[in-house]
């Protein structure tokens, strides 16, 4: 079964840090690329960060650059996000997702997982 | 202020057709590129509904039908039914801002 499963989620102060890690099963992973996608509370999709399949090529929401960064190791079939300097308007669901179609720019989102809930609260 | 505007609320009767629009400019829809579509039941995590405008993964009733021209798109549900309560979105690409957008979403209320 194809699927995807984010961790590290939790309680953190202003400022603070965390890794989220999002561990993929039943694709190959090097083949595809990669994004996190969150959900403030009652609010819509945001797209925070995507990464290529070869891990070369990154690119992130305005709201996060310089703050959040992404990684993957093909080798553990295994997606991360660093989050630093974290703000109460980065409290969110995040979802790891796979992503899928040719060309790049017409990418869908076509696996996502239960989400991981990050709250940044003093 | 999300790129692509979508309604915040549809609502019909169970049996009905409803359909969601998805508005988004030139350097976005209008420029050619695919829009997809997800629905997120309550409390889940958003499924792929449509892909490439118009093609349902393995699974999607063919209730669900999505549709594109010029700068909008459009997402249908026939026969509606009460488990059809959800939040929708739509995403594209824009060339301006080089990545993926979301639409606002749009709750579906099955009267």
């Known amino acids: 079964e194809v699927q995807v499963l984010e961790s590290g989620g939790g309680l953190v102060q202003p400022g603070g840090s965390l890794r989220l890690s999002c561990a993929a099963s039943g694709f190959r992973f090097s083949n595809f690329a990669m994004s996190w996608v969150r959900q403030a509370p009652g609010k819509g999709l945001e797209l925070v960060s995507g990464?290529?399949?070869?891990?070369?090529?990154?690119y992130y929401a305005d709201s996060v650059k310089g703050r959040f960064t992404i990684s993957r190791d093909n080798s553990k079939d295994t997606l991360f996000l660093q989050m630093n300097s974290l703000r109460a308007e980065d409290t969110a669901v995040y979802y790891c997702?796979?992503?899928?179609?040719?060309?790049?720019?017409?990418?869908?989102?076509?696996?996502w997982g239960k989400g991981t809930t990050v709250t940044v609260s003093s | 202020q999300s790129v692509l505007t979508q309604p915040p609320s549809v609502s019909g009767a169970p049996g009905q057709r409803v359909t969601i629009s998805c508005t988004g400019n030139?350097?976005?829809?209008?420029?050619?590129?695919?829009v997809h579509w997800y629905q997120q039941s309550p409390g889940t995590a958003p499924k792929l509904l449509i892909y490439?405008?118009?093609n349902r993964p393995s699974g999607v009733p063919d209730r669900f039908s999505g549709s594109k021209s010029g700068t909008s798109a459009s997402l249908a549900i026939s026969d509606l039914q009460a488990d059809n309560e959800a939040d929708y979105y739509c995403?594209?690409?824009?060339?301006?801002?080089?990545?993926?957008?979301f639409g606002g979403g749009t709750k579906v209320t099955v009267l």
């Open positions: 990464i290529h399949d070869d891990g070369l090529g990154t």
């Open positions: 995403q594209s690409f824009d060339r301006n801002l080089h990545h993926w957008v």
């Open positions: 030139s350097s976005n829809i209008g420029a050619g590129y695919d």
């Open positions: 997702v796979k992503q899928d179609g040719d060309p790049y720019y017409n990418y869908c989102m076509d696996v």
């Open positions: 490439g405008n118009n």
